[in-house]
């Protein structure tokens, strides 16, 4: 990220919290490989 100007990284990483909140993310097809990697709503505070 370290070519993305502080305003573009800020709408990348509401872009992510985003689908994670809408549990479109993780992929399942990654969560096959790494379980662990689901996010609960505690991580996102």
Do not use: C, T, W
């Amino acid at each position: 990220m370290g070519r993305f100007s502080d305003k573009q990284k800020k709408y990348v990483l509401k872009e992510i919290v985003e689908e994670i909140e809408k549990e479109k993310m993780p992929l399942d097809s990654y969560l096959l490989e790494h379980g662990g990697a689901r996010v609960n709503s505690e991580q996102l505070v």
